[in-house]
């Protein structure tokens, strides 16, 4: 089974860039979304209002979120926790994202706080997102394993998935943080989470640390899922998730997807002109 068409959401500018060492002007930034934007990339992430002291690149989320409300593109912001949650409604962001672990040790080092405890706090956040209309993204980090607690269990997964799923996610995106999945236990899990959740929209997050990012994807797909996350130039990392690079390429999951004959709205060879500039951000690949 694959299917006809397939929704990229496009994370360079946010999980892409966030894990820079240098400041990048956010002027460069603006650039790299007005580019994504024109090759017919339809929803990207590109602002995060986590605490700028944990992750100092993202400090100019205001701004980018302004400029991006001023190219009326669909963008998505991250928000950790409830102040997260207030900047992103000061500055109209329509959709956010709150990312919480599977393991309990990754989220207490990326987050400051237990699994549990995130969640309880997503409870507030999410009825204050709902009356603003926002959409709510919901990623599950660390989803097949974990550099710090090792293995992770599909009952953990499920756990954090379920609360999601109860206080009504509009989608549940499937994290590989650190980019060890491979596609045997993809498909095992994602094929679960259908079966357990038939009415969820579940989302592929797959970095691509052991290259096998788009072998993932394929076997998602045969698991019936049709949205992916990926990042022109194969850009990011999360500054927690030690040595994971960065996420599927953009550009190869279109052409890979293309070849299938499977609908994107993206133009391939349009892409690739904005992939050397994107490169030309970072200084990680
Ligand atoms: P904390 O230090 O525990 O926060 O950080 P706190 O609640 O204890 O508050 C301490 C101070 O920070 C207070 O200020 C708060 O107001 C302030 P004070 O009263 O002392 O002056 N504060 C904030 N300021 C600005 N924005 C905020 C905010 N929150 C509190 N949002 C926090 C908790 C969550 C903020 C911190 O741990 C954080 O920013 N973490 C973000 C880590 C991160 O960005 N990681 C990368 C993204 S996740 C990822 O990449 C994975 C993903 O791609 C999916 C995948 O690959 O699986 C999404
Ligand atoms: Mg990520």
């Known amino acids: 089974f694959f299917p006809k068409e397939v929704e990229i959401i496009e994370v360079g500018p946010r999980d892409g860039l966030q894990n820079e060492p240098e400041p990048i002007p956010a002027e460069k930034k603006k650039e790299l979304i007005a580019q994504l934007a024109k090759v017919g990339i339809k929803r990207m992430e590109t602002a995060s209002f986590v605490h700028p002291k944990w992750v100092p690149q993202m400090a100019d989320s205001e701004e980018i979120a302004t ?42 080092r990326n987050i400051n706080k237990t699994t549990a405890e995130s969640l309880n706090e997503c409870e507030d956040m999410f009825s204050v997102a709902k009356k603003h ?82 072998a993932n994807v394929i076997a998602a797909m045969q698991a019936g899922v049709t949205k992916f996350d990926s990042s022109v130039g194969g850009l990011g990392g999360c500054p927690y998730s030690p040595g994971a690079t960065g996420n599927v390429a953009t550009e190869d999951l279109v052409k890979m997807l293309s070849k299938m004959g499977i609908k994107t709205g993206i133009d391939y060879n349009e892409l690739l002109n904005v992939s050397p500039y994107a490169k030309s951000l970072s200084t990680r690949v």
């Open 133 to 214: 209309s926002m959409f709510i993204r919901a990623y599950v980090s660390m989803a097949f394993t974990c550099p710090f607690q090792g293995s992770v269990s599909f009952e953990d997964v499920k756990f954090v998935v379920d609360r999601f799923v109860r206080l009504g996610a509009d989608e549940i995106d499937i994290g590989d943080t650190n980019g060890q999945a491979d596609p045997k236990i993809v498909y095992e899990r994602f094929a679960r989470l259908k079966d357990l959740y038939p009415e969820v929209t579940f989302v592929g997050h797959f970095h691509d640390t052991s290259k096998l990012a788009l």
């Open 67 to 108: 400029y991006c409300n001023q190219l009326g593109i669909t963008y998505i912001a991250l928000t950790p926790n409830m102040k997260a949650l207030d900047r992103a409604i000061e500055v109209k962001a329509p959709q956010i994202a709150v990312f919480i672990g599977a393991s309990n040790e990754f989220n207490k």
